[in-house]
């Protein structure tokens, strides 16, 4: 007897009979279509919002919500077209349907291959397969296009052979019998496979679980940890924790793990549960119509065909739950800080599986083990995994080479994309269960908790950088692959308008002067007789080569930079700047992509007292025996400076808790256990080749961080009455001698704050928000071409007229001799008229849009008290007296390019406060910033060779090979006496040079330096590690201090590592051109 029922393979069993039941069945599929389509589109979008939804996981689940997507409007295609009166089974549309049942056919094969590679790749993750798990890994995109592959593949054989026809809402494989045997059963051997994997899955994780509960109150050498009590004796103040405690990662972390990983093996099991049931409907009435040859009623049809459609949002419901991505749409519509939210990622390379374990948690656990202890999951490796956790060594290993083919493929995509999706296939090599938003521990009271966390280096890879996994950072300028740290290309107008509001800004009484028009008319008189020569090479700095140096035909020097429309909206802005300052105090400036703020009455004559006498005190106590900074000659002396008894890896004794403070900082001479040293970096080979590693990548080279050194920060917390208080000693800072500088210092760094508030912008999916200005004022000019006849002065050479071909300006010729090639190439003419005219043309200088205020002030983020109230602020101290003499060092010179700190300290923000000048001459601060090396928008708007008007109005090198480093000058700040500077950590500056006023008397000029450690990104600061001065002591040899020599010679190897860093840095920074190529 056979299994189908002898029907014709060509009919079809499940169109509606009349066409009112094919209109009510195309309006029920579209209303559940556009739920798909709605569903899928957002899981879509959240994908490309935000950066801790683009693991590899989300990866896949991308994959699906395309299919999805396309699917679903598709469905809106046909069911459209028939509600239109266009019956998609008509003769006449016979090619749409086709079409219709052709995509039909791949999106809904294509969802199968998608929810069976999502349920492989979990399986082979967290069941510890580690050759396939580094295969998907080391392959993504061949894993990525096998659904497209073979779903094509198979709709066209179906296309060729079965055909597609119409079954009511859409067209399909017109037979039952077809569709059963082409998909249906497939898709069954699918289910069942993916049963089977999380079966076995699921009965690993039970065996390992049980393993554990044997475990859970015993150590690895069978001593009770509940009564465990054994460890030091700690000070009598305050509480801390032992130094011999047992590893982190324990057998009851262990099975927090597992059950974890249990928890995320159920919500991934969703999706093909989910699958499983949608389809058992239409399986079912596939089967009966295959096997009785009779059609099932109407209304079952019709929800047959329903759960079909409702696969995106289905998905969007499960995505919804599973994924964090509802509280980052809440937070970014209602400009809320970012929840916690607690994940854990698994997989050998930052596969992303993440599960959402809680919103509330005040504190986010730091787990780490070697994502191979997931192999065989049995309790020796589980321990190695828990001891290996406080290892550095442990922290994320050799990073595997990766080679993004997307990215080689389109050499020229906008930074915008290739960044992202360099972070999309970033390596990971560890099981992380973190907290996505910030801080990353946050229940840093006063030097007090019981919960051991974890930072880079103790705990954490040394090289940790979670920024990619954020959706809002504080960049920092220290690499070209660091996101959020470049500048637009700023015009060479726009740069020297806000040249010339600098300087004004310096004038007493500006902000009342700029309001009285003949004192703004004689400033703007001022400014339009700045040398243009001078101006220009500071902002070009000497980077433009001239035609008697270069080839002839290049346009010469520009000789007029600023204008009459320039200096009114300079004088615009800066009642708008006059307007804030009388509210706050400050002054921004050198404001375009980022902002540097300054203020000359933030520090009043009171604290600038306090502080001069801090300096005298600690001056004095060095009167015998000054301490010269290494390298300078005897010129600069150091009072306080972090290179000083740095953390030494490998030497100094940390505290896994913050637990010393300022009073009782002493009393933990000794304590705590020595911090290992870590080894582990990428081979340069493995860097090379690995794309991440290059420019647009997602990776900072590892020598930009030290495996020695970390300067040392303090803790600060917000105090009820609006104060700041440290909570940890200044580093070589005494904390019992100098109670009464560090009050001062908390004044300074309370008066800071307004500062670093307003000009440390958040930056977010390509876009910057804060106080400050974050955009150029200038629009994009239109059509930079150098065709554009309209960009030059006079336009065209005398006696020669241009030929309009298409639409285009390029072509040129002369009276008497066209240009037979319509090609202008400066070589080819020998017409003296037009050499001349090359040769003498002025790039003409965009001109200043309407003025529009920024908004200064208006919040975009909530300041630093707000948002880090409960975790406090960590800031790195410097207090620095020059010392010029006659005889011996008369002068300061030029300094170099530099980011403060190197990636270890992760510092994104500067406060500078010189509070003593004296016999000196002027000096100032310059400004630069990276740009992206990927100036698309203008590169396909300029011919072939024609950017010599962008050369020009830029101050820039844009030809391959031309030297043209991607770097925007923005100017220089004055460091006049009494000054407040501050500036965020994307600022490449340098100090220029300075000689003494009066030759033959010395000078000095004294400062603080305040160093802002990124509040997302707690660092071991003080108070994690016990003084290690031994000169504090009245005792010696104390074990984990130091002696002064001992110290000055590991501050010698640092500055030598900073020296040797800084040199890598200007030589990364000046490698990286704009390359404009040819085309």
Request: hydrophobic share 40%.
């Amino acid at each position: 007897m056979p299994v189908f029922a002898n029907v014709d393979r060509r009919t079809t069993l499940t169109v509606p009979t009349d066409r009112s039941q094919v209109l009510t069945q195309s309006v029920a599929i579209l209303a559940v279509s556009l739920l798909s389509l709605l569903g899928a589109g957002w899981m879509i979008l959240s994908f490309f919002c935000f950066k801790s939804l683009r693991s590899f996981r989300h990866q896949l689940i991308l994959g699906l919500a395309l299919s999805d997507f396309l699917m679903a409007a598709n469905f809106v295609l046909s069911t459209s077209s028939n509600i239109a009166g266009r019956d998609i089974g008509a003769p006449e549309q016979a090619a749409l349907c086709s079409f219709n049942g052709f995509m039909t056919q791949v999106f809904v094969i294509q969802t199968d291959y998608w929810v069976f590679l999502i349920s492989l790749c979990t399986y082979f993750i967290l069941a510890g397969f580690k050759t396939p798990s580094s295969w998907v890994q080391d392959n993504r995109l061949i894993l990525a296009a096998l659904p497209w592959v073979l779903s094509v593949t198979w709709a066209g054989i179906g296309l060729g052979t079965a055909g597609y026809g119409n079954i009511g809402a859409w067209c399909w494989f017109t037979s039952d019998e077809v569709r059963l045997l082409v998909n249906f059963i497939p898709r069954w051997v699918i289910i069942v496979a993916i049963l089977f994997m999380y079966g076995n899955l699921y009965y690993m994780l039970h065996r390992a679980h049980r393993r554990m509960l044997s475990l859970r109150y015993f150590s690895s050498d069978g001593v009770s940890r509940q009564h465990n009590t054994e460890g030091l004796q700690q000070p009598q103040e305050r509480p801390g924790p032992s130094a011999n405690r047992q590893p982190l990662s324990n057998p009851a972390e262990s099975e927090d793990k597992i059950n974890k990983m249990k928890n995320l093996a159920r919500r991934m099991l969703l999706y093909p549960l989910a699958y499983m049931l949608i389809w058992s409907l239409p399986t079912a009435i596939r089967i009966y119509q295959s096997t009785r040859g009779v059609p099932a009623p109407f209304a079952l049809q019709t929800v047959d065909k329903a759960c079909i459609v409702l696969q995106g949002f289905i998905d969007a419901v499960i995505y919804g739950i599973n994924e964090s991505s509802l509280a980052h749409w809440r937070n970014l519509i209602f400009h809320k800080p970012d929840e916690e939210i607690e994940e854990i990622e698994l997989g050998s390379n930052n596969y992303g599986f993440h599960s959402r374990t809680g919103l509330n948690s005040k504190t986010s656990q730091q787990i780490e083990v070697r994502s191979n202890s997931l192999s065989t999951l049995d309790t020796d490796q589980f321990d190695r995994a828990g001891a290996s956790a406080n290892s550095s060594q442990a922290m994320r290993g050799s990073q595997r080479t990766h080679l993004n083919t997307m990215i080689r493929a389109f050499p020229h995509l906008p930074a915008r994309l290739r960044r992202p999706l360099a972070n999309l296939f970033r390596p990971r090599l560890l099981v992380r269960c973190y907290a996505i938003t910030p801080p990353r521990s946050r229940d840093h009271t006063q030097n007090a908790s019981t919960a051991k966390r974890k930072y880079p280096g103790l705990g954490l890879d040394i090289r940790d950088d979670d920024t990619i996994d954020r959706d809002a950072i504080y960049p920092i300028g220290i690499h070209f692959n660091c996101d959020g740290s470049e500048s637009e290309m700023l015009l060479v107008r726009e740069v020297a308008m806000m040249m010339v509001m600098e300087s004004i800004t310096d004038k007493p009484d500006w902000h009342v002067k700029v309001f009285d028009t003949e004192i703004a008319n004689k400033w703007k008189a001022e400014a339009l007789a700045l040398p243009v020569d001078a101006m220009y090479n500071e902002i070009a700095q000497d980077r433009i080569a001239w035609p008697d140096e270069a080839f002839p035909g290049q346009a010469p020097k520009p000789k007029i930079i600023l204008d009459e429309a320039s200096v009114d909206y300079c004088i615009k802005e800066l009642r708008a700047k006059a307007e804030y300052f009388k509210r706050s105090g400050l002054v921004p400036t050198l404001d375009a992509s980022a902002t540097v703020v300054k203020s000359d009455i933030m520090i009043d004559e009171k604290l600038k007292h306090e502080l001069r006498s801090a300096f005298e005190k600690l001056k004095e106590e060095q009167k015998a025996n000054p301490d010269w900074h290494p390298g300078t000659e005897s010129r600069v002396q150091d009072l306080v400076h972090p290179s000083l008894y740095p953390l030494v890896y490998g030497r100094t004794r940390v505290m896994q808790n913050e637990v010393v403070g300022i009073e009782d900082a002493i009393s933990w001479v000794g304590k705590g256990e020595v911090i290992p040293q870590s080894t582990e970096t990428p081979s340069l080979v493995d860097i090379r080749r690995s794309i991440d590693y290059s420019v647009g990548g997602s990776k900072v080279d590892s020598t930009f961080w030290s495996l020695d050194y970390q300067w040392l920060p303090s803790n600060v917390a917000f105090q009820s009455d609006g104060s700041v208080k440290f909570t940890s000693y200044i580093n070589n800072l005494h904390p019992q001698k100098h109670r009464d500088i560090y009050n001062s210092i908390e004044k300074l760094v309370e008066r800071s704050l307004c500062a670093w508030d307003f000009c440390l912008a958040q930056h977010s999916c390509g876009n910057s928000s804060g106080l400050g200005r974050t955009k150029p004022r200038f629009p994009r000019p239109v059509n930079p071409c150098d065709s554009n006849l309209s960009n030059w002065n006079p336009s065209m050479p005398e006696g020669v007229v241009n030929v309009m071909s298409e639409g285009t300006l390029t072509p040129m010729y002369t009276e008497s001799e066209p240009n037979q090639d319509n090609e202008f190439e400066y070589n080819d003419y020998s017409d003296p008229r037009i050499i001349k005219w090359a040769e003498t043309r002025e790039a003409v200088q965009p001109n200043p849009p309407e003025f529009s205020a920024w908004p200064y002030g208006v919040a975009r983020i909530p300041p630093l008290r707000e948002r880090f109230q409960d975790s406090g602020l960590q800031i790195i101290v410097k207090m620095a007296s020059i010392e010029l003499d006659p005889d011996k060092n008369p002068s300061l010179p030029l300094g170099g390019w530099h980011v403060e700190g190197q990636m270890n300290e992760h510092i994104i923000g500067t406060a500078l406060y010189y509070l003593d000048s004296e016999n000196i001459t002027p000096s100032s601060l310059q400004f630069r910033m990276q740009t992206s090396p990927y100036q698309d928008e203008y590169q396909t708007a300029v011919d072939q060779n024609s950017f010599s008007w962008m050369e020009q109005v830029f101050g820039v090198l844009l030809g391959p090979m031309s030297g043209g480093a991607c770097l925007q000058n923005y100017g220089r700040v004055e460091t006049r006496e009494g000054r407040l500077l501050a500036f965020p950590n994307v600022f490449h500056h340098r100090v220029t040079p300075f000689e003494l006023a009066d030759k033959t008397k010395p000078g000095h000029r004294r400062f603080i330096a305040l160093w802002l450690v990124d509040p997302f990104m707690r660092v071991i600061s003080t108070a994690n590690v016990p003084p290690q001065q031994e000169e504090w002591l009245e005792q010696k040899g104390i074990e984990g201090t130091m002696s002064a020599e001992e110290a000055k010679g590991h501050r010698e190897k640092l500055m030598k590592e900073r020296a040797a860093f800084r040199n890598d840095a200007e030589g990364s920074w000046e490698s990286v051109d704009y390359g404009f190529c040819e085309h």
